[in-house]
Every structure is written in C-alpha cells, then in structure tokens.
C-alpha cells in the first residue's frame, strides 16, 4: 500500500512536514507480540523502515504493554491490581496508573449513563473492580505517545481489534491513511466496512470473536445478541468504550453520542 | 511563495470556516478551509466591504487567477470559479434577517473549496461546503472521524487493500485464523 492522503486544505504547513512529503515510495514493516492474553500489531509506515529508531521505539511500545499488565492483569495473581485486592499492596504504594485510570472508569460510567461499567456484577454477586475496558485502550494510548515522538512515520498500533492510528514528528498533513477494516460479526475472515483513517481510534464490541461476553450493566446478564459494535474516534479510550455501551444498547448510545461525543462515529453491524 | 500569497489574500478578504466536522485534538483527520467573502446582496461584482482595504485591491475572487485555476475551472460547475467573472457569489435572501451567502470559489493548492453560510440576524447561524477540492469518496472521508462504508466484497489477506482489521477482541488462540495475522505476516521483517 502506498496510499498518500491529500494534504488538509489549511494553511501552508511547516517547512518540515512539507519536506517529508515521501519522494520515495513507503515502506510497511510490522511487528506483533502477545500481552495482555492478545495479539498487539504494530505496523509503522516509513521511508526507510529498517531505522533503528523505529526498532527501539516498537520495543518500546511493547515494554510499556508488558508494564501495563504487569499492573493491571486480572489474570496474573502476582498483578499489582490483584495484591491491591488482596490486601497485599495498599492504596497509597501503588503505581500513579492505578489512580488515573480509576478516574477514567469513573468518568466513563458516567459519560455512558451507566451503560459502561468497571464494575461487573454477575446478578446476586458483589460487584467487582474490572478495569480491563478502559485499561486496553488506556494502554495503547500510552504506547501510542512513544511512536508519535518518531519522526517520519505513519503507524496503527492494533490491540486485539481495537487499534490507534497516528503519525511521528513532520507528519502532519502528509501522513499515509489506512484502511481499516470491520470484520463480519457474522461471517469470520469477512470485511464488512471499511474506513480511512489517518489519526484517530477505532474500536469494535461484539461477541464474534470470543462469545458472549458483554454484560448489560443495568441488569448484570450477558448480552445475548449477536453483531458488533464500531466507533471511529480521537482516542481509543472512548472509542472502546462507547463501542462496549453500544453493543448493549445502540439506540440510547447512539443517543447519548450525538450529544457527548460528536466527533466519533458509530456503526451498528 | 504565491500559494502563501494567494491563501493570505483569500483570507484577507474572506471568512475561514472550519468544516462542520468536529474534531479534538488537532486530529489530521480535520481540516479547515478557506472560504472568499461572500459579496453582498446588491452586488453581483466587486466588494462592497469598504473596510477591507485587501478586497478593494483584489476583487473578491481573484485568488482564482491562478495559472492552473484555468484547466480547473472550465470542468467545474461553478461559475464564480472563473478568474473573469471572479465575484460571481449569488446570494439569496429569504426572511428578513436571514440571508445566505455563497463565497467564491477560491482555487487553493488543492483544488477548489467553495463554502455557503447563512446569517441570521448579523450571526453565522450555518455554514456548508458547496465544492469541496477533493474529487473521490475515499479522500472526503479521511477528513472527519468518518463513518465506515459498508461493503460486501469478501476480502482475501493476500489481495487486499485493507491494512488492519477491527473486530470484537481477538484472543491469543482465535489470532492464528485472523485476517490480522495473515495480513501481520505480509509485513513481518
């Protein structure tokens, strides 16, 4: 793929993006891991994409990812998260992360009207604290701030599905696009939708991919309907939340969008 | 150098509207345009905006003489984009107070932008974007946080255009099936 996006009709930009306007044709290189129990792909678009720059700041990325869930893994016993339920580790001791994205759950119930929730309480259970939807996209947009210091390249940092796609120093306004493509929650290894993106996240809820696994937050009972979820957006954060809110109930997200969240769209599949 | 000159001109004598996409975080996927001053009702040439010093010196509208606004403007349905009836903005007024203006359309590096606004009671109330620089869906979407077009064309990894998949959560194990993995493996150094 060597798709160019039309310059943004504004005002003539910096000297510098206009000299990496690509002469040359665009190198993609990609490179995946497994954290957080899921595939992250990283692609960078670049000129050269072989620059050791481009090496470090991929390993970089994942080094971040792996920090993040050393802090916040349900799954690892030995999680800062899970000593900090367990009593282990208090309050007081625990890495900056855990407060900030505390705040990020909170405001996302609220942003949602309920419809997204850190939260999870199987019907007659005592809710429990499960960050994992905000801690997802929280996480690639930490790891996203690494890549955008790299000058010269266009990149889509993909967790799993949900993915951020951004551009490193002198890109603005000559960054490549991608094509991203919303798989068939019906129908697997079918793209469905397609959408440009040159900055900004996209995120997809749904149950194709690992079954039922959503809860309606007012009720505490697992979604049962089938299809996904998309939001295409400015973070992924919010993108992946709203997509989480809309698989349970598209009609009132859509709704509540409109009004708070204007800028990001939302595709019902 | 004259691009810089011509944008400065176009905004010394006109509005620069900000498309009616809303974006944060000075995402790429904004953009702004500038749009001419649309010409008052009374006038069908020039300016009557006697203030602007700018547009007393260059009618409203020639930003368009642009050595290459010449092949573009005689496929362009907009009249007001020809560099000889440069001020050719039609407005229409409706009810008292409220009035539309059509700018010229002014020939930017990237091709012709031309926006309408409506004014209520001395207030911006509306603004659209009659012609916009860009010739093809593809490149209008990648200027907002765009709605995904929906299609029905069964995408082969090995052929594809897509560069990324989005979909619900892919675990470690359902992976190895993905398109994204075989599209990673495309990629892989």
Redesign the interface.
């Known amino acids: 793929m060597t798709t160019t996006t039309l310059p943004l009709p504004t005002r003539p930009g910096p000297r510098a993006a206009r000299a990496a306007q690509p002469a040359q044709p665009i190198q993609r290189r990609a490179f995946v891991e497994f954290i957080m129990g899921m595939p992250i792909s990283l692609h960078v678009k670049a000129i050269d994409t072989s620059r050791t720059d481009i090496d470090q700041a991929a390993g970089n990325v994942f080094a971040t990812l792996r920090k993040v869930d050393e802090v916040f893994s349900l799954w690892r016993a030995d999680s800062e998260l899970r000593r900090l339920q367990a009593g282990a580790v208090l309050a007081g001791e625990c890495h900056p992360w855990q407060a900030e994205v505390l705040e990020l759950c909170l405001g996302a119930e609220e942003r949602t009207g309920g419809l997204f929730t850190a939260w999870r309480a199987a019907p007659g259970e005592v809710p429990a604290y499960d960050p994992t939807g905000v801690v997802k996209g929280w996480a690639i947009e930490q790891a996203s701030a690494l890549l955008r210091l790299v000058p010269g390249i266009s990149f889509c940092l993909n967790a799993g599905g949900d993915m951020f796609v951004g551009f490193g120093a002198g890109m603005r306004g000559v960054a490549p696009s991608w094509s991203i493509g919303i798989e068939d929650p019906h129908q697997a290894g079918r793209i469905a939708a397609t959408v440009e993106v040159v900055e900004g996240a996209v995120a997809t809820s749904g149950t194709a991919a690992r079954g039922s696994h959503i809860a309606d937050p007012r009720t505490g009972e697992v979604v049962s309907r089938s299809g996904s979820t998309t939001v295409v957006g400015p973070d992924l954060v919010w993108a992946d939340v709203w997509a989480t809110a809309a698989f349970v109930d598209p009609a009132a997200v859509r709704d509540l969008m409109t009004e708070r969240a204007p800028e990001s769209s939302l595709t019902v599949l | 150098m004259r691009?810089?000159t011509l944008?400065l001109m176009s905004t010394l004598s006109a509005l620069v509207l900000l498309f009616s996409?809303?974006?944060?975080?000075?995402?790429?996927?904004?953009?702004?345009?500038?749009a001419a001053a649309p010409t008052t009702t009374e006038s069908g040439s020039g300016t009557t905006d006697s203030t602007d010093s700018a547009t007393s010196q260059s009618p409203t509208g020639s930003a368009t003489t642009d050595d290459t606004s010449s092949d573009a403007t005689t496929e362009s349905s907009t009249p007001s984009s020809s560099s000889t009836s440069s001020s050719s903005s039609d407005s229409s007024s409706s009810d008292a107070g409220t009035q539309t203006y059509a700018g010229d359309a002014v020939n930017?590096?990237?091709?012709l932008?031309q926006v309408q606004i409506t004014v209520e009671n001395g207030k911006i109330t509306k603004s659209e974007v009659l012609q916009v620089?860009?010739s093809n869906h593809?490149?209008q979407?990648?200027?907002s946080?765009?709605?995904?077009?929906?299609?029905q064309?069964?995408?082969d990894a090995q052929n594809?255009?897509?560069?990324?998949?989005?979909?619900?959560?892919?675990?470690?194990v359902?992976?190895i099936?993905?398109?994204?993995?075989a599209?990673?493996q495309?990629?892989?150094?």
């Open positions: 691009k810089i944008w996409y809303p974006t944060s975080r000075n995402a790429a996927a904004s953009s702004s345009v500038a930017t590096q990237w091709g932008v620089p860009w593809k490149d979407e990648i200027n946080y765009a709605v995904p077009i929906l299609n064309e069964t995408v594809s255009s897509i560069d990324m998949v989005s979909g619900a959560t892919v675990t470690s359902g992976y099936q993905s398109l994204q993995s599209i990673d495309a990629h892989l150094s």
